[in-house]
């Protein structure tokens, strides 16, 4: 005789098996390749290993942080697995994780509340890098699934573009770096169309710092490369991933300043955004220190300090101006006050 307290036991047991394997296997279906983050498979440069494994744990990391969300039966599940990511990627997972939440509230039958619960919880500590993922979920879903954009901050919305113009940099080099192609509708209000190219090319500019694999000399190239009316949002671009990333050496850091010329304040402003980026959510790590200092003069917490002083106060009307009038009051305050 089978008392109907085991069975029920029994059958939730079983229950909950199926159930972690069909995660499991959407977990596989979903998930991107591991062999699309090799720079062999990207065709990017080696500069030398140390570098290869650097860029190629990163992308690891967002596939890490993509996977656990899918395999997550919600998104504060997820968040040990997130949190035990070393700390000087984590950051990265929390941007694929962003990504995931995305995708999976746009699929059928979704209730929508993946990202908001992601950013409600630890993943709140990461707005830059997963307002960077939703960017990768828009450039792999159908126009009509897009993420609305309504409930997002109005002043970092525009990293989501950020993110949007990195995936295409990223998986479509030779369209996006080497032929310098530029959308002309993009997915963003139409109003805002002319300030949101900008926005991605600063996410394509962080995407040379991955196509370049870290060589200054080559990241410059490719930058010099595209009209000058662009470069500054690029170098921008480079900035930010030369800080958050890392994979250069003092010398090298140097000369990336020195390379970016008239370009230099937009520079400076990238690299504070990632200072920021990684002190908000307690990740900074020794090559964020080095670069804010070479970059900036600074110390991460007092590049980051610049970003949040001069930030646009809650009352401030927030548009594509404000943004961009933010950027520039930090790229001025960092050539003025920096010791670099």
Same mark, same amino acid.
């Given at each position: 005789?089978?008392?109907?307290?085991?069975?029920?036991? /029994?059958?939730?047991?079983?229950?909950?098996?199926?159930?972690?394997?069909?995660?499991?296997?959407?977990?596989?279906?979903? /998930?991107?390749?591991? %062999?699309?983050?090799?720079?062999?498979?990207?065709?990017?440069? +080696? +500069?030398?290993?140390?570098?290869?494994?650097?860029?190629?744990?990163?992308?690891? %990391?967002?596939?890490?942080?993509?996977?656990?969300?899918?395999?997550?039966?919600?998104?504060?599940?997820?968040?040990?697995?997130?949190?035990?990511?070393?700390?000087?990627?984590?950051?990265?997972?929390?941007?694929?994780?962003?990504?995931?939440? %995305?995708?999976?509230?746009?699929?059928?039958?979704?209730?929508?509340?993946?990202?908001?619960?992601? *950013?409600?919880?630890?993943?709140?500590?990461?707005?830059?890098?997963? #307002?960077?993922?939703?960017?990768?979920?828009?450039?792999?879903?159908?126009?009509? *699934?897009?993420?609305?954009?309504?409930?997002?901050?109005?002043? *970092?919305?525009?990293?989501?573009?950020?993110? #949007?113009?990195?995936?295409?940099?990223?998986?479509? /080099?030779?369209?996006?770096?080497?032929?310098?192609?530029?959308?002309?509708? *993009?997915?963003?209000?139409?109003?805002?169309?002319?300030?949101?190219?900008?926005?991605?090319?600063?996410?394509?500019?962080?995407?040379?710092?991955?196509?370049?694999?870290?060589?200054?000399?080559?990241?410059?190239?490719?930058?010099?490369?595209?009209?000058?009316?662009?470069?500054?949002?690029? #170098?921008?671009?480079?900035?930010?991933?030369?800080?958050?990333?890392?994979?250069?050496?003092?010398?090298?850091?140097?000369?990336?300043?020195? %390379?970016?010329?008239?370009?230099?304040?937009?520079?400076?402003?990238?690299?504070?955004?990632?200072?920021?980026?990684?002190?908000?959510?307690?990740?900074?790590?020794?090559?964020?220190?080095?670069?804010?200092?070479?970059?900036?003069?600074?110390?991460?917490?007092?590049?980051?300090?610049?970003?949040?002083?001069?930030?646009?106060?809650?009352?401030?009307?927030?548009?594509?101006?404000? #943004?961009?009038?933010?950027?520039?009051?930090?790229?001025?305050?960092?050539?003025?006050?920096?010791?670099?």
């Amino acid at each position: 005789m089978v008392f109907p307290h085991r069975l029920v036991g /029994t059958q939730t047991r079983g229950y909950r098996t199926v159930t972690a394997g069909l995660r499991a296997l959407r977990r596989r279906i979903l /998930t991107p390749a591991l %062999s699309s983050t090799s720079l062999d498979v990207r065709g990017f440069r +080696k +500069k030398n290993p140390t570098s290869q494994q650097l860029l190629e744990t990163v992308g690891r %990391s967002f596939l890490e942080g993509y996977g656990r969300i899918v395999e997550a039966p919600d998104a504060r599940a997820a968040e040990p697995r997130l949190e035990a990511v070393p700390r000087e990627f984590r950051g990265f997972a929390y941007e694929g994780a962003a990504m995931a939440c %995305s995708i999976m509230d746009a699929l059928p039958g979704s209730k929508g509340q993946r990202l908001s619960g992601l *950013l409600a919880g630890r993943g709140g500590a990461h707005t830059y890098m997963a #307002y960077v993922g939703i960017g990768w979920a828009m450039a792999r879903l159908p126009r009509l *699934l897009h993420p609305g954009i309504e409930k997002t901050d109005p002043l *970092l919305r525009w990293l989501i573009l950020d993110g #949007y113009g990195f995936h295409q940099a990223y998986f479509r /080099t030779a369209r996006y770096v080497h032929g310098q192609h530029r959308e002309q509708k *993009l997915p963003w209000p139409q109003h805002q169309a002319s300030y949101a190219q900008r926005a991605v090319d600063q996410g394509i500019g962080r995407a040379l710092w991955f196509v370049g694999g870290t060589d200054v000399d080559a990241v410059v190239t490719l930058a010099e490369a595209f009209p000058p009316a662009r470069r500054g949002d690029l #170098y921008s671009g480079v900035g930010l991933a030369a800080t958050y990333a890392g994979g250069a050496g003092a010398d090298e850091l140097l000369r990336l300043r020195d %390379s970016a010329g008239v370009y230099r304040p937009q520079l400076l402003q990238g690299s504070a955004f990632a200072a920021e980026a990684r002190e908000q959510a307690g990740l900074t790590v020794p090559h964020t220190q080095l670069a804010t200092e070479v970059l900036c003069g600074m110390k991460p917490h007092e590049a980051a300090g610049v970003c949040r002083e001069l930030r646009p106060g809650a009352s401030d009307r927030v548009d594509a101006a404000t #943004y961009e009038t933010w950027r520039q009051h930090i790229a001025g305050a960092l050539v003025s006050e920096g010791r670099s």
